[in-house]
């Protein structure tokens, strides 16, 4: 029996693929081991988004040739689909996006010497083919990620996602739902979807995202629905009020801004203003009693000046989001962006960071300290040992981590918790 070892780099959608292609392996027969020496194959699924990305990748890669020189290194995913056949001379197998369902086959072509190069990959921006893959079950216990849809038509100026992935490609629905009950029969209470570009599912098929969490919502034994990264175009007021009627819905809505100033935005070719994505927000806060929204945002994008980045951070305070994801703007070759002019110093980055992240922490408290004395809906994780003394931990529906003393086995469940003390709210 042949052993695997499995690591995996990026985004919830790769997390998803290489527990998929984990899933083959143990089906096949293969025998899944740690990352570590030992192992007759390594695959590292791998990530292109930034610069520092692909510089991870290969240091995995190599990291995998030197704990066994003899084994196979599979290197699959968006790095090698943007970088082809010769992204690195460690690589025996390149397997390229919508290649990984054929995981098993090439590993058999390979060992038999039927493999060719070039064969791993395809042209990526001219298929209109979802890659079917599948999971019964997940690292998490308790929250599974399924993805829906891979792809993205955006060509946002600093991202290379579009040429590493393809155009949007949706997952049947009746698919979909298979998995959502597989995953149900096996005692998973949450899922949530995700994808390369989530807000555009079924603009490819006729369908729509709306839909499908509808029809999702009705499956037994799933009782919350989360939902991954959002544009803020899909928040309509027919998109809010149908999910705030849907009670298994998560109040967290992460959406994606990347800047609060709209000559940034345009510069991002991002193709909506702040003052929309305000809109958004305020429809949100209409529907759903004090959800918790979230964001990402890049400072230091070319051409961002002290007054731009004022105007961001202006808006981004007036949002006020439980928790933004801060980004220094990184240039990634291959993108419009990394040939603009008036780069931001690296220097410059880092102080508008500090800036940001110090804005998010005040607001996450101001956002956290409304919860003391409040009684909210937990579904129960793991046990930690906090202030010397253990606690049961899991994350609420607006996916804040609360804590309460014990030690009993409550992993699964979903109980209220009372918040009496800010030691109980877990970071």
Same mark, same amino acid.
Do not use: W
């Given at each position: 029996m042949?052993?695997?070892?499995?690591?995996? $780099? /990026?985004?919830?959608?790769?997390?998803?693929?290489?527990?998929?292609?984990?899933? @083959?392996?143990?089906?096949?027969?293969?025998?899944?081991?740690?990352?570590?020496e030992g192992a007759d194959v390594y695959i590292i699924n791998t990530c292109t988004v930034t610069n520092m990305a692909d510089r991870k990748s290969r240091q995995m890669l190599h990291r995998a040739r030197k704990m066994n020189p003899s084994a196979v290194i599979v290197a699959a995913g968006c790095y090698v689909q943007a970088r082809g056949e010769d992204a690195d001379d460690c690589i025996d197998i390149v397997i390229g996006n919508n290649r990984k369902k054929d995981l098993i086959r090439i590993l058999e072509e390979y060992e038999d010497g039927r493999w060719e190069t070039g064969e791993g990959l395809l042209d990526i921006d001219h298929t209109d083919e979802y890659e079917e893959l599948n999971v019964s079950r997940t690292a998490e216990h308790t929250r599974a990620y399924i993805k829906v849809q891979d792809g993205c038509n955006q060509f946002c100026s600093y991202c290379i996602i579009p040429y590493a992935r393809g155009r949007v490609r949706s997952r049947k629905r009746e698919s979909v739902l298979a998995e959502v009950r597989r995953l149900?029969?096996? /005692?998973?209470?949450? &899922?949530?979807?995700?994808?390369?570009? @989530? =807000?555009?599912?079924? &603009? +490819?098929?006729?369908? +729509? $995202? $709306?839909? @499908? #969490?509808?029809? &999702?919502?009705?499956?037994? /034994?799933?009782?919350? #629905?989360?939902?991954?990264? @959002?544009?803020?175009? #899909?928040?309509?007021?027919?998109?809010?009020?149908?999910?705030?009627?849907?009670?298994? #819905?998560?109040?967290?809505?992460?959406?994606?801004?990347? =800047?609060?100033?709209n000559a940034t935005l345009k510069r991002m070719n991002r193709r909506y203003t702040a003052e929309e994505y305000f809109e958004k927000c305020e429809l949100l806060r209409r529907y759903f009693r004090d959800p918790a929204l979230t964001t990402d945002v890049i400072v230091g994008f070319p051409g961002e000046t002290d007054a731009e980045f004022e105007e961001s951070r202006a808006f981004i305070d007036r949002v006020d989001f439980y928790e933004t994801h801060v980004f220094k703007y990184s240039k990634r070759e291959g993108t419009k962006a990394a040939g603009m002019e008036d780069q931001v110093p690296d220097e410059v980055k880092t102080a508008r960071s500090s800036v940001l992240l110090e804005l998010s922490r005040r607001k996450q408290a101001a956002y956290e300290e409304k919860l003391i004395g409040t009684t909210v809906e937990v579904l129960m994780e793991e046990t930690v040992m906090r202030g010397g003394e253990l606690y049961e931990t899991g994350h609420t529906k607006e996916y804040v981590k609360i804590g309460r003393k014990g030690s009993e086995n409550l992993t699964n469940k979903v109980i209220n918790v009372e918040i009496e003390s800010p030691l109980q709210i877990i970071h």
């Open positions: 042949k052993k695997v070892a499995l690591h995996n $780099l /990026g985004c919830k959608v790769n997390a998803y693929e290489t527990e998929a292609m984990q899933e @083959l392996l143990a089906q096949h027969g293969y025998e899944i081991v740690p990352f570590e149900a029969e096996g /005692g998973y209470k949450e &899922v949530v979807l995700t994808g390369i570009h @989530l =807000s555009s599912y079924g &603009v +490819d098929t006729g369908d +729509d $995202l $709306l839909r @499908l #969490i509808e029809v &999702v919502h009705g499956t037994d /034994g799933i009782e919350r #629905i989360r939902l991954g990264s @959002l544009e803020p175009r #899909i928040v309509t007021e027919e998109f809010a009020q149908a999910l705030a009627g849907l009670p298994k #819905i998560c109040p967290h809505f992460h959406l994606s801004l990347q =800047s609060g100033c």
